[in-house]
């Protein structure tokens, strides 16, 4: 499957962005979908995950009551809306499908398709 990330952007801090990241190629509620950062020297962070039907998530502390993923099947599409943005959540933001269609996932080795990246910055 390939997974096309888009939405990111400058904004200030306390500004809300949303996140979406198109599926093809492959049959989308087959995969359960995560949201990564990552920013320059650091490893690549967990920031959400939801399973194949949307009916669970589970979220990084760091962003947990700020950020919402949801997924909609029949677009194909995740998304990742993002609130009280601050400025460390500043990172390039991707979205990942994991074959484990009813898993959440947190780390990045579970996932088997990656997006190409979409850079959120947040200024102070």
């Known amino acids: 499957v390939q997974l096309q990330a888009s939405g990111g952007g400058l904004v200030q801090a306390g500004d809300s962005l949303r996140l979406s990241c198109v599926a093809s190629?492959?049959?989308?509620?087959?995969?359960?979908m995560g949201w990564f950062r990552q920013t320059p020297g650091k490893e690549r962070e967990f920031v959400a995950a939801?399973?194949?039907?949307?009916?669970?998530?589970i979220y990084a502390d760091s962003v947990k009551g700020r950020f919402t993923i949801s997924r909609d099947n029949a677009r194909n599409t995740v998304d990742l809306q993002m609130s009280s943005l601050k400025f460390e959540d500043t990172a390039v933001y991707y979205c990942a499908a994991d074959s484990r269609w009813n898993v959440l996932a947190s780390t990045s080795v579970e996932y088997d398709f990656w997006g190409q990246g979409t850079l959120v910055t947040v200024s102070s």
């Open positions: 190629g492959g049959t989308f509620s087959n995969y359960g």
């Open positions: 939801i399973t194949w039907s949307g009916g669970r998530n």
